[in-house]
């Protein structure tokens, strides 16, 4: 910031008193006389000088005085004035100390276009001073008064500029012209000057040596400035070194501040996410106060319960007690049922003889087959004799049979099992159980034990089989487990054939009938199926028809000359009271029992027949005996009543 004014150049004026106060005399010449007054010495030109007021660093002002005029004028007893020439407008810079830069009153700054009253004040100031002021006289040369300007620099020192008109008489106010001939006081005139001039050297010469000092203090000031600056460098150099750690801190600041934009980032979405969170919290918690409250109530209603399930417990407790006492009670009655039944049957009989007629082809029924209608036990077979003489008419005989039961032609399946199914229970309960089929070929005996696969005509076995796994059930819930084996044998010519066979023709077995030490009866090498279901029986019973007919077409009509035997072991136990029992279910289809003429019969028939008839009389002749209850009974004449000796005595029901 610079601020500069102007100085004004005063019109030149007599100084009233040469040597008064720090004034420039002008020395007078003898160009300066020869010029008019009008036009020499006062032409004094406006100018201007300019002071410049700098700001220092410390921000003291530093005022420059510039393009001071200079006076072109011959200093007689100066060197510098002695050269001879005119010095030319000079350029003085006063420099000053910005502590110095202080207006002191013997110097006459005048600024801005001030009246040219404030140039009458130079006389205050002192004309010589040795430490800080300058006084610089310029004269005038060959009539032309140039400025003087005075300028000094020194430290502390003030600026003084004072213009003083030349040609002032010492003392005297104003210029005093001499007359032509006045020699001897322009001599005196000029013997003043000289004097005021050496004054005036004397005292420039003075400030010389002030400015020598000056000068020195300066250098000195430089030294120390220089000295600094080195310093001041040294700091810069530090400073920079401290710049480039702190353009790397500035580095590291950047990266922790895009960091922290990223955190910040980062932390923005986290507390979106909270937010979240603590929404679903908040709805969370919402939900488990709900369940909480649900939970009280379930638990409220859990006490409930439970206090109703020790209850209940109690009460099931008592009604276990209860159910074994009554198990216990349905055990006896059970054990009871079974004595009972037997007695029953035994009171029937354990030898029971049923007769089935069986409807002729046509649906109708025989006429020498009489069936009373209020009795179910007789059978009327009639018979016309022709009389022997052939005088008298024929005669119609009557044979009455009776029977356990008789059933008639439109008896059905079911009738008819009704009466068996109460031998089957015997056998369940633990008795052996024989059922035989007897009769002529076509008679019905296999219809009657097998019958057809429907279920209303399904025959004695299938049913009876049903009943018997029907029956297990039932005496499982009893503690009752049973297990069931089928066999099924085929009796041809005394010979034993198995009809569950599945392998080879070629291969099959040969069988005998073992008896063991217990009395059990058994059959070598014959199929023992073991059965937990009625259609496995039923899946048996198939496959030996299939072996029965496959057998026929190699001899013709071999079923109706041979027995099929079917049994069914039945194992029974009842571990929670120690009971057990076992029992056969036979169920036997017999050969058919038509007698042959013996002399028709030849060969394979004759076998056959013999066979047939022997085995079929032999069963006869057993069931008699047990009927007797003779002491021998024949078992071992053929090898039907031998196979079924087991079922057939004792306590069975046949
Ligand atoms: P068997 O085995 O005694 O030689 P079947 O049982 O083979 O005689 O019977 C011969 C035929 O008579 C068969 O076609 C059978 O269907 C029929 N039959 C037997 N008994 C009856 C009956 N009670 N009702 C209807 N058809 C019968
Ligand atoms: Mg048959």
């Given amino acids: 910031m610079s601020r500069s004014c102007k100085i004004l150049r005063q019109p030149y004026q007599a100084h009233p008193r040469p040597g008064a106060g720090f004034t420039l005399a002008q ?72 502590e110095s830069v202080k207006p002191q009153a013997a110097a006459t700054v005048i600024g801005g276009r001030r009246p040219p009253v404030a140039a009458t004040r130079a006389p205050i100031s002192k004309p010589v001073r040795t430490v800080g002021s300058a006084t610089v006289a310029g ?22 500029l004072s213009v003083a008109p030349t040609g002032t008489k010492p003392g005297g106010g104003g210029v005093v012209k001499r007359n032509k001939w006045d020699l001897k006081g322009k001599v005196s005139d000029m013997e003043d000057k000289l004097r005021n001039y050496q004054t005036k050297v004397k005292s420039a010469n003075q400030e010389n040596d002030a400015l020598r000092g000056s000068v020195a203090q300066s250098h000195t000031k430089v030294m120390e400035m220089e000295r600094e600056l080195e310093t001041q460098r040294k700091q810069i150099s530090e400073y920079e070194k401290e710049l480039k750690v702190l353009s790397g801190v500035r580095a590291e600041v950047e990266r922790v501040s895009s960091e922290r934009n990223s955190l910040q980032e980062e932390l923005s979405q986290l507390e979106g996410k909270y937010k979240v969170m603590e929404t679903l919290r908040a709805s969370q918690e919402t939900e488990l106060q709900t369940l909480t409250m649900k939970l009280s109530v379930k638990e409220s209603t859990l006490a409930q319960v439970q206090a109703n399930l020790q209850d209940a417990k109690q009460e099931i407790c008592s009604l276990k007690e209860t159910v074994s006492g ?6 006896a009655g059970e054990m009871e049922r079974r004595r009972l039944h037997n007695t029953i049957q035994e009171l029937k009989g354990n030898i029971r003889v049923f007769c089935r007629v069986r409807p002729l082809v046509d649906g109708g029924a025989s006429k020498h087959i009489q069936l009373p209608l209020s009795d179910n036990k007789t059978v009327t077979l009639a018979k016309t004799e022709e009389s022997h003489t052939g005088k008298t008419a024929d005669t119609q005989k009557n044979y009455n049979f009776s029977f356990d039961r008789v059933f008639g032609p439109q008896a059905t399946q079911q009738e008819v099992f009704e009466e068996i199914s109460l031998l089957v229970q015997s056998a369940l309960d633990g008795y052996n159980v024989c059922c035989f089929a007897y009769g002529q070929t076509g008679s019905g005996k296999t219809y009657t034990m097998e019958g057809s696969e429907f279920d209303d005509t399904r025959g004695v076995i299938p049913r009876a089989v049903q009943q018997i796994f029907k029956a297990s059930e039932k005496l499982g819930a009893q503690g009752w487990e049973f297990t069931f084996t089928a066999s099924f044998v085929e009796i041809y010519n005394e010979t034993l054939r198995d009809l569950l066979y599945t392998g080879k023709a070629n291969k099959r077995p040969e069988h005998e009938i073992r008896k063991s030490i217990n009395n059990q009866i058994s059959i070598t090498n014959l199929t023992y199926e073991k059965v937990t279901n009625e259609d496995q029986v039923l899946g048996l019973i198939a496959l030996a028809n299939q072996n029965r007919s496959t057998a026929q077409t190699a001899q013709n009509d071999r079923s109706s000359r041979s027995h099929s035997v079917f049994q069914l072991d039945i194992e029974g136990a009842n571990a929670g009271r120690d009971v057990k029992c076992k029992s056969t279910l036979c169920l036997v289809d017999l050969a058919g029992s038509e007698r042959m003429v013996k002399s028709q019969s030849q060969g394979e028939r004759f076998k056959e027949m013999t066979a047939i008839n022997g085995s079929l009389s032999n069963l006869g002749i057993v069931i008699a005996a047990l009927a007797n209850k003779e002491s021998y009974i024949p078992y071992r004449n053929s090898k039907l009543t031998y196979l079924l000796q087991g079922c057939l005595g004792g306590n069975s029901k046949t």
Avoid: W
Wanted: aromatic share 4%; charged share 25%; glycine share 4%.
């Fill in 139 to 160: 004269a005038p040369s060959r009539g032309v008064l140039r400025q003087t300007v005075a300028s000094a620099a020194t430290r502390g020192s003030n600026v003084k």
């Fill in 326 to 331: 009554q198990e216990d009670e349905l055990h």
């Fill in 27 to 98: 020395p007078i010449t003898a160009s300066y006389l020869r010029c008019p007054p009008k036009q020499s010495i006062f032409k004094f030109k406006r100018q201007e000088a300019t002071v410049h007021e700098n700001y220092s660093e410390t921000g003291t002002v530093v005022k420059i005085m510039s393009r001071l005029p200079v006076s072109k004028r011959v200093f007689p007893s100066s060197s510098s004035l002695d050269s001879g020439q005119d010095t030319g407008p000079a350029q003085k810079r006063i420099r000053k100390d910005p």
